[in-house]
């Protein structure tokens, strides 16, 4: 893993949207099992500034590569 720098930080106007965004990214759509962990995690992740709730700005990327071996 390496840090590739800042990009700008994601908002949102209001919990209800950041969890719209991360059901739609999590293909959760139209399914509300597991809506209540998902506000504990937004309210604990997302800090609130000026007037909306801003994700933390943390951006991580990895390359991953295999080779497969002469029996697959």
């Known amino acids: ?8 930080p ?4 209001s919990l209800e949207e950041a969890l719209s965004g991360v059901k ?3 293909r959760l759509d ?9 506000v ?3 309210r ?11 994700w933390p700005r943390e951006v991580r990327s990895a390359l991953v590569h ?5 029996d697959n």
């Open 1 to 8: 893993m390496e840090n590739t720098g800042w990009w700008p």
């Open 10 to 13: 994601q908002t949102n106007a």
């Open 44 to 54: 604990r992740r997302l800090t609130y500034q000026d007037g909306q709730y801003v």
């Open 24 to 26: 739609r990214h999590l």
């Open 40 to 42: 504990d995690l937004l």
């Open 66 to 70: 295999w080779t497969m071996g002469a």
């Open 30 to 38: 139209g399914n509300g099992e597991h809506d209540e962990f998902l």
